[in-house]
C-alpha cells in the first residue's frame, strides 16, 4: 500500500493544522531575563498570561558575549536554537485553524523544567484543545543536571482524538501549580494528523 500512501499524503498533509512559530524561533530577544514583558510583550503567534517568555537573549554582538540563558539551565534545546517559558502559573496559547471534522489528530510538544528556583513545587502542565483536555495536568521535572545539556527535553504526546467540527481550535499550554517562581521550559509544539493505512 505503500505508492497509495504516498500519492494521499500530499494532500492531506496540506489541511493539517499548523501551529504558528512552534518552535519559538522567530523572535530574538535581547532584554534580560527573557520576559515577554521586557521584550515587547510579544511572542511570535502566541498569545500569553502570567510571566512568559524566550530563552534565550542575544546580547549587542559589541559585547562580545554569547546567548545568555537564565532560564534554561539543563537539557538539551530539542529544536532550534530557543525555547519558550512559563515562569509561575500562566498560559501561552493560540487559535489553530485547519481542522476537519472526523480528522483524527494528536498533539505533541518538548518539555522540561528550571532546577534553580523550584520553591516548593514542580511545575504542573496541562494542554487544552478547543476547552478539552488533551494532555492532562502533570508535573515536570527537570531532565537533567544542573549545567548539563546533552539529553533534549522530554516529549510529550496526546492520546489521538478526532476533532468534532471543522475549523479552528484554541491551543492552550498552561501552568497550573502554585509556585510562582517554578519555570516550565517548552519547544516544538505541533499536531499531527494521523493518517490511516489506506486499505482495498
Ligand atoms: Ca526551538
Redesign the pocket.
Known sequence: MAPLLACLLPTLAAAAPVVQN????ADRYTAWPGTAAANGKAITGWTYTGNAGVNPLWKDPQAQKGPDSPFHDNGA????????FIQGPGRLSQVVSGFERGGRYMVFLRENTRLQRQGTQWPRVQVTLGGELVVSAHDVTPIAKKDAFDVPFYRVESAVFAAPRDGEFELVIETVQESRTTTILL??VGIAQIIEDAQP
Open positions: 512552534p518552535s519559538f524561533e534545546v530539542p529544536e532550534g536554537r530557543q525555547l519558550a519547544d516544538a
